[in-house]
């Protein structure tokens, strides 16, 4: 049964017993800052299971996209662990419990398939219970018919569902179907989880659970109120049950990838014949790995994740690396994300049909991440030559585990590659040392992350004040004024009655003008005011939907719980956001126009007089194509274009033609915001000005490259641009007026001081040249008999050039007298250091008096040359001196 029949089954069986069809939430897990992305079905469910929100309906069914970075080391190991990965739920909010959701699961696992089910064979099912949970065993046993030797009560770790600190918890019972003896032993979960493969859990949400431990050793404080049914059955692991397959990397929405890979790559996949994960041959892991990883990186930057150095933008990364470098390892060095990211498209669009009309844009940012690894691979692997060499030189057989972990701190090279290149090169690398590093450096990550974690987002403070005050009546779109209420004050997350002067505290109004920060716009500036009562405006958020949150510094008086107030938003500022905001889409529609539509926005940022756009694009911007982008969105300006906002649902806007960004997650009714018609369309929430001309001036104020296939440019507006025009006039004014020319003609003027200068170096390096060399005659008349040997030592003057202080030896080599042994050495010093020319003549040479050797003494061995001349430096500017005496000691010698 392919993948798609088994969500169709899923869903329809859930939506025919009174379960509402939830789409799934993207993976980015937006609403909840603790999580990087959505790991489980229930996540977009949280609020209503802690009664902090009411859902519409008490029955929902859903197939939720999930990443689990902590599987990623599984992966290809065990036959079960995917990042990417679907689980399909069942949700039940305060309605149906224990009996009917094992009822459910049962019925539809075993159900046969002409009748709608999955068609499971019950005998070959298993079910584990939390500890004490009778009642679970009584349903199992009893209503089910499962044999008591099929149930198994498992501890705490387990079989009890939490989040991991303070809040709902409960027992759970999963279900393992049995794959038979060549999957591994007999006994049971508790025994082989491979052979026993756990594809669904049933969690009984019914219990509170104090503080501890986050899996075990808690305690159970109490009972839910209402009790909830959150099921996790995981698509996959069902796919490669129904499927006949091995593991989920074989099923039909993946196993095209590996095929892809072994057919780029010319290797086999399949090379192990056991069933059993664990015996598993490297290469068959890679190629699981490849398949895995590369559907998880389509997912995610069809998700809007785009790959980065921190966050979920590391993830992604992280990924994509392991993948290229697995098709690397099985002997493939070509770019592979173009050959395999298609296939995993075509294999995923059937359920996620946005992959491919969006596939433009996600195979950029795909193939510019391969291409850049490619680099650093490249980059690195030059790094590590030189230290293999440099290890060599100095006798040693083992890389240092310190140039193993900087390979993989500054250039992203995996331990692996390093081990792998330097025993081609015949040598071994310190492991423990690496190990050592990186633990140390985990442990500081650690640190970091605990250091975080006591910052906790705990949202419940406002999700009480939404529950007891209802949304915040938000007027931001038509006035910069409103009579408000205090309705919440909080400090440190806790509501308080009030506020002093000089507390910097979060209030909430009933109603409010402020525009809270939001898709790329800065939150509104301005003041709280009552009768006794001044408060700054420092920020302003929507920590939870529809509750509007201002952070103030009270100036003056008290903030009291209760008051009446004014609230205004700076009427400067809001212009300033408009012009800036509206900016932003004319530089966008400006951008798409004059690049095309690739050139899509990926994040932006803007506040009053500034902006900035990040879009995908591969290369640098030349600088015609700068001055176009900022003529296209100067004129769309200076056109005055109308600016219109609409209502509309999501699926209309996409067919109005307006362009969703990620980051966001939409309402099913959107706003539309359009500058000049279909010239500029985006779902957007921002203020903007009501016709293009009030933007002003745009000037483009830079260009540069943020991550690969990334670019941002940033722009002034209104009057910010204005004054940056002005200051540019005023520095071409100074430049004029410094230089004395006229302001036309100060780029010529520069260009020939330029030349000038350049004109003069030249000619005072030939006069030097020559004011050496005319010396030649004195430095050689000067010369001192060493033994047998003439030898003129000579200091040149201070910064003479490298050809210089060569010629100048040849010349007073020339002037000694040819039929008898004579010798030139000249030293240099610039930079800071001091170097050594030696020239020998015939006769010299004729004694064995070898120029190089008399180099290779004063430099202990170090320079290049022949017996006629040689050279050599890189000492300290002082030793100079003693460069020369060394030469003339190795002659004595
Ligand atoms: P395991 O112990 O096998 O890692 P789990 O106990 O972590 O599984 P749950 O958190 O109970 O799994 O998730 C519910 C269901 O989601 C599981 O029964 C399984 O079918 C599926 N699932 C969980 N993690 C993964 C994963 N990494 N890849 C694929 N499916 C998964
Ligand atoms: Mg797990």
Redesign the pocket.
């Known amino acids: 049964m392919e993948t798609a029949e088994i969500q169709r089954r899923f869903l329809k069986f859930f939506e025919s017993n009174g379960h509402t069809v939830v789409p799934s939430a993207p993976l980015p897990a937006f609403e909840d800052p603790n999580l990087l992305f959505v790991p489980?079905g229930m996540v977009p469910f949280v609020p209503y299971f802690l009664g902090q929100a009411t859902p519409e309906w008490n029955r929902a069914t859903s197939v939720q996209k999930c990443i689990?970075t902590p599987?990623i080391d599984?992966v290809g190991k065990t036959s079960?662990?995917?990042?990417f990965?679907q689980?399909n739920g069942n949700f039940s909010f305060g309605d149906y419990f224990k009996e009917q959701a094992i009822r459910f699961a049962w019925d539809l696992t075993t159900g046969s398939v002409e009748s709608g089910g999955l068609g499971l064979d019950g005998d070959r099912i298993w079910a584990t219970v939390y500890l004490d949970d009778d009642e679970a065993i009584d349903i199992w046993h009893k209503q089910v018919g499962l044999p008591l030797d099929r149930i198994v009560r498992r501890g705490q770790a387990d079989n009890m569902w939490s989040m991991g600190i303070p809040g709902p918890c409960g027992p759970c019972s999963?279900l393992y179907y049995d794959r038979g003896p060549d999957y591994g032993p007999e006994g049971g979960p508790e025994v082989d989880?491979d052979r026993y493969l756990?594809?669904?859990?049933l969690v009984f949400m019914q219990n509170i659970r104090g503080d501890g431990p986050a899996k075990e050793g808690y305690k159970v404080t109490g009972d839910l109120p209402k009790k909830n049914i959150d099921t996790?059955?995981?698509m996959?692991?069902m796919a490669a049950l129904l499927q006949g397959v091995d593991n989920?990397y074989e099923t039909d929405q993946v196993r095209p990838i590996i095929d892809k890979a072994s057919e780029l790559t010319g290797k086999r996949y399949g090379v192990s014949t056991s069933h059993t994960a664990s015996e598993s041959h490297p290469d068959d892991i890679r190629f699981r790995v490849i398949g895995d990883h590369v559907r998880s990186s389509l997912m995610l930057i069809g998700d809007g994740v785009v790959p980065s150095n921190e966050g979920r933008g590391y993830v992604l990364r992280r990924l994509m690396r392991r993948a290229i470098r697995a098709v690397r390892l099985l002997g493939y060095d070509k770019p592979a994300m173009p050959e395999l990211l298609p296939v995993a498209m075509e294999r995923m669009s059937t359920a996620y049909p946005e992959l491919r009309t969006d596939f433009e844009r996600i195979s950029s940012y795909a193939y510019g991440e391969e291409e850049a690894f490619l680099k650093t691979l490249k980059h690195g692997t030059t790094i590590l030559d030189t230290a293999v060499t440099e290890t060599k030189a100095e006798g040693g057989k083992t890389l240092s585990g310190t140039k193993a972990f900087e390979l993989h701190d500054t250039y992203g090279f995996p331990i692996d590659l390093t081990l792998e290149m330097a025993e081609e090169q015949g040598l071994s690398v310190d492991q423990e040392g690496f190990r050592t590093l990186m633990t140390e450096q985990r442990q500081r990550a650690k640190a970091d992350a605990a250091a975080r974690k006591t910052g906790h987002a705990d949202l419940s403070a406002y999700w009480q004040l939404l529950q007891e005050q209802g949304p915040t009546d938000w007027k931001a779109y038509e006035t910069l004024e409103t009579e408000s209420r205090v309705i919440g004050v909080l400090k440190d997350g806790r509501s308080v009655p009030l506020a002093k002067a000089g507390d910097i505290v979060e209030v909430v109004l009933d109603r409010t003008p402020f525009y809270a920060e939001s898709g790329g716009q800065h939150a509104d500036a301005g003041k709280i005011v009552g009768p006794s009562l001044f408060a700054e405006v420092l920020d302003v958020q929507r920590p939870v939907k529809k509750l509007v949150v201002h952070k103030v510094r009270v100036l003056e008086g008290e903030l009291v719980l209760d008051d009446k107030v004014e609230a205004t938003v700076d009427p400067e500022w809001r212009l300033g956001a408009r012009q800036a905001h509206s900016g932003t889409h004319v530089v966008h529609a400006a951008l798409r126009e004059v690049l095309g539509p690739t050139a899509l926005q990926s994040g932006s940022f803007n506040r009053p007089g500034y902006l900035r756009l990040d879009f995908s694009w591969r290369a640098k911007l030349s600088d015609e194509t700068r001055s176009e982008i900022e003529e296209v969105s100067n004129r769309a300006i200076r056109d005055d274009l109308p600016v219109a906002v609409q209502y509309m649902t999501l699926p209309e806007a996409k067919d109005f033609g307006a362009v969703a960004l990620f980051g966001e997650t939409y309402d099913e009714t959107v706003r539309v915001v359009e500058i000049g018609g279909p010239w500029s369309r985006e779902l957007c929430g921002g203020t903007h000005v009501s016709h293009s001309a009030q933007i002003g001036p745009l000037v483009l104020t830079g260009e540069s490259s943020v991550g690969s296939g990334q670019r941002r440019v940033e722009a002034a507006t209104g009057m910010e641009a204005y004054k940056y025009l002005a200051r540019e006039r005023d520095l071409v004014t100074q430049i004029a007026e410094e230089i004395g020319a006229q302001r036309g003609d100060v780029l010529e003027r520069v260009r020939a001081i330029l030349q000038r200068t350049k004109d003069a170096e030249r000619e005072l390096a030939n006069l030097q040249a020559k004011a050496v060399s005319g010396r030649a005659a004195e430095f050689a008349a000067n010369a001192k008999q060493v033994g047998a040997v003439k030898v003129a030592a000579v200091q040149a003057p201070e910064g003479t050039k490298g050809g210089d202080v060569r010629n100048l030896a040849m010349q007073i080599r020339g002037h000694l007298p040819e039929d008898q042994p004579g010798v030139a050495a000249v030293v240099a010093t610039a930079g800071g250091k001091a170097s050594i020319v030696v020239a020998a003549n015939k006769a010299a040479q004729a004694q064995h008096v070898s120029a190089q050797a008399l180099v290779k003494a004063a430099l202990s061995g170090k320079g290049g040359g022949n017996d006629e001349v040689a050279q050599g430096g890189g000492v300290p500017a002082d030793q100079a001196a003693q460069l020369l005496a060394a030469v003339t000691g190795a002659i004595t010698a």
């Open positions: 489980a689990r599987d599984e079960r662990h995917g990042t990965f689980m999963e989880e756990e594809f669904w859990n996790g059955m995981g996959e692991r989920m």
